[in-house]
């Protein structure tokens, strides 16, 4: 209810790297969640190796109590039923086929065509491409393939898969979540990946789109996703970039911090150091430009009036940031990882 306290969480101390077991420094203290407003004080901790580099919270939220941390979280609030658009303008008729063209020559979904122009179009605008690419989460067509998303929330991204011709299942820790899920028609669990048993082998494609940085134990979640792949299958993950250029830029204030839900945020090399651990093969991690953690991050900074505000700095942010990435990946807000299981 609306105004009434929220249950104090529980913490158990927490000063080695989730990652690599090294004790870490204070980089901050005294954070509080100035998002959803779960109750609390919280600590972040840096690793300091140079192979690692993980941000993590210290104290940690206890397991039985994270819970409590997602009393307001929103995914609580379904989206309501999409109304038929009005004629578009010319200009977004044809970004809308550039769009679907592009999803069609560079995975799969749809025909193709002879000439791929919508490769070479999209080449030069690359802010469209990365909504195309985030759309399915770079994952090529695959008719009747089973895909399952950890942390899949209300389940609106399983739904636009759905309709792209894959067989979706969800796992969601969030009962609130879940239940939004489940009234779309979708196959979504209650609880962690661990707790479902699935069989090995079950799954042609996982997707963990930002939820790494929300397990407890990042290890055992990805050894869990390489057992439940089958052999060639796919895993996708993105997730906030401990070492990226907006965390230097924001400081205390980047979205990706976000206490005390991020338990742990990594880095570009520590995923690879995760994914290798858990036995994958083919592994790719990359930069990932992320406009709503930019645009977040400065009305965290400078306050919710400024939304004008923040819309222009991270219109111009990311346009450096995208610049900037091809001289120094690792700046990017989030990581795109993708491995296989051999």
Not at 328 to 334: F, I, L
């Amino acid at each position: 209810m609306a105004g009434s306290p929220a249950a104090a969480i529980r913490t158990v101390p927490c000063p080695a790297c989730p990652v690599c077991g090294a004790t870490g420094a204070w980089l901050y203290r005294g954070l509080h969640d100035r998002l959803f407003g779960a109750p609390g004080a919280w600590g972040v901790r840096r690793c300091p190796g140079a192979d690692c580099g993980s941000l993590w919270l210290d104290p940690s939220p206890l397991a039985a109590d994270l819970g409590l941390a997602y009393a307001r979280y929103y995914t609580h609030a379904d989206r309501p039923a999409e109304r038929p658009a009005p004629a578009a303008r010319p200009l977004h008729r044809l970004l809308g086929r550039l769009h679907r063209r592009y999803l069609a020559e560079r995975y799969g979904y749809g025909p193709a065509g002879r000439v791929r122009w919508g490769m070479l179009l999209m080449a030069g605008l690359r802010a469209r491409r990365d909504a195309a690419d985030g759309e399915v989460r770079l994952l090529p067509a695959q008719a009747g393939g089973r895909l399952l998303d950890v942390g899949c929330g209300s389940g609106e991204w399983l739904a636009t898969m759905r309709r792209h011709g894959w067989q979706v299942a969800g796992v969601e820790f969030d009962d609130t979540a879940a239940a939004l899920a489940r009234s779309r028609g979708l196959a979504v669990a209650t609880g962690t990946l661990e707790q479902q048993r699935f069989a090995p082998a079950s799954f042609d494609a996982i997707t963990l789109n930002h939820v790494i940085e929300h397990v407890p134990d990042p290890a055992a979640t990805l050894r869990e996703c390489a057992r439940l792949l089958r052999p060639g299958g796919r895993l996708v993950l993105f997730t906030p970039n401990a070492a990226s250029l907006g965390h230097a830029w924001f400081g205390a204030c980047w979205r990706g911090l976000e206490p005390p839900r991020h338990l742990q945020v990594l880095s570009p090399p520590a995923m690879q150091r995760l994914l290798d651990g858990a036995g994958f093969a083919g592994v790719r991690v990359g930069p990932w430009v992320a406009p709503s953690i930019v645009r977040e991050s400065a009305l965290l900074r400078d306050g919710a009036a400024r939304g004008r505000g923040a819309a222009w700095t991270s219109a111009w942010f990311c346009l450096a940031q995208r610049a900037l990435l091809w001289w120094r990946p690792a700046w990017g807000d989030c990581i795109a990882a993708t491995a296989q299981r051999p």
